[in-house]
């Protein structure tokens, strides 16, 4: 049993490496902010899972109740991280909302950790993971008109079928917290339940990088769109004034059109400049 936990372990690991090296490679080539926020959500998903594979080699009680402590923090933060980097696509998420959160997901456990009763509060903790996923998860499904419009059928699909397993991963994960079986991140399940777990949570981590990578694909394709569309009705124009200003000058021998013709000629320059400088 304990082969199949190193295993299933080692897969979301793997897993959360490749999104930490994805993410890492967007933010670099785009200097967006939401990939810094996704980079540490998977930074802290690693942590987490880190310490569980830990865990296995780890028998003294004191410092597993601190395993469990630091796995509790650090996968909430990852799944905090994480669901804001990806709904940072579509709508700024208030900064207090997120310190709030953050907050309540660092000092909650720590304070939690004095108390005798440590493991039966992390079935709360657990709990409140759950209805943040849930809150954040569910705006895409609310807004659904808006979000179609700058993702693909086939994104969307990945995104409910990523949310379906995320719902999946997060009540099995509540549950088994309520009986005993897993404390913070850590595994004591049976086996149907504990390869049922593993598969859940090797699902989500996969999931959710190839998710990011389908609504990064489709955001450059929709700005590509719409800046094609834009350049090209901007550079129309000024082709437009051009010509007019040419056939005055031929018609009326009107020297102060070439004023005209250098000014919009600078436009075009411009605008090709800011053609050039954009980077997908």
């Known amino acids: 049993m304990n082969e199949i936990i190193v295993l299933g372990l080692l897969f979301a690991l793997l897993s959360r490496f490749i999104g930490l090296i994805i993410s890492i490679g967007f933010y670099n080539s785009l200097r967006d902010k939401k990939f810094i926020k996704l980079v540490l959500g998977w930074f802290f998903w690693i942590c987490a899972g880190t310490l569980n594979l830990s865990s296995e080699i780890i028998n003294q009680v004191p410092t597993n109740d601190i395993v469990i402590l630091l796995n509790t923090i650090f996968s909430a933060l990852g799944d905090i991280f994480v669901l804001i980097g990806v709904i940072s696509y579509f709508r700024k998420i ?4 997120f310190i709030i959160l953050t907050s309540i997901f660092v000092i909650g456990p720590i304070l939690a950790y004095s108390i005798p009763s440590f493991r039966s509060l992390l079935s709360v903790i657990s709990l409140l993971r759950l209805f943040v996923t849930i809150f954040f998860t569910v705006i895409p499904i609310i807004e659904r008109k808006r979000f179609k419009k700058q993702l693909s059928n086939k994104t969307y699909f990945w995104f409910y079928i990523t949310t379906i397993i995320i719902y999946l991963y997060t009540v099995s994960y509540f549950l088994l917290t309520l009986q005993g079986k897993i ?3 850590i ?3 049976p086996g149907l339940e ?3 777990y593993l598969f859940l949570l090797d699902s989500t ?3 959710v990088v190839i998710l990011v990578n389908q609504i990064e694909y489709d955001i450059s394709s929709y700005y590509k769109f719409e800046l094609k569309d834009k ?3 901007d550079l129309g124009n000024i082709l437009q004034r051009l010509y007019t200003a040419s056939d005055l000058i031929r018609e009326e021998k009107d020297l102060k059109m070439l004023d005209i013709i250098e000014k919009n000629i600078k436009e075009a ?3 090709i400049k800011e053609i ?4 997908f």
Do not use: K, Q
């Not at 050039?276 to 980077?279: E, G, Q, W």
């Open 276 to 279: 050039r400088d954009i980077s």
């Open 269 to 271: 320059a411009e605008l």
């Open 194 to 196: 504990l390869i049922i």
């Open 94 to 97: 208030p900064n207090n909302m």
């Open 231 to 233: 350049y090209s009705h």
């Open 205 to 207: 981590t996969f999931l």
């Open 183 to 185: 404390y913070g991140g």
């Open 187 to 189: 595994i004591n399940a």
